[in-house]
């Protein structure tokens, strides 16, 4: 029973961007380690840029400064 959970900033990813990423994880589990898609769970968090650092900076202020 597989479960891949996805992170990613929540700027934007449209709902058809979303089910790609489920279909696509699903069936690269399946297709790599023979994983039953029917008990394949795919989880996406979407978090704010203001609670995502890197380097002890937040994304949100790193884009502003053109990072």
Known sequence: MPYV???ITREG???EQKQQLMDGVTAL???V???NPET???IIDEVDTDNW???GESVTNRRKRGR
Do not use: Q
């Open 13 to 15: 990813a449209t709902a």
């Open 5 to 7: 959970n996805i992170r």
């Open 53 to 55: 650092g890197i380097a």
């Open 33 to 35: 380690l023979g994983k």
């Open 29 to 31: 589990l399946r297709d």
């Open 40 to 42: 394949t769970f795919v």
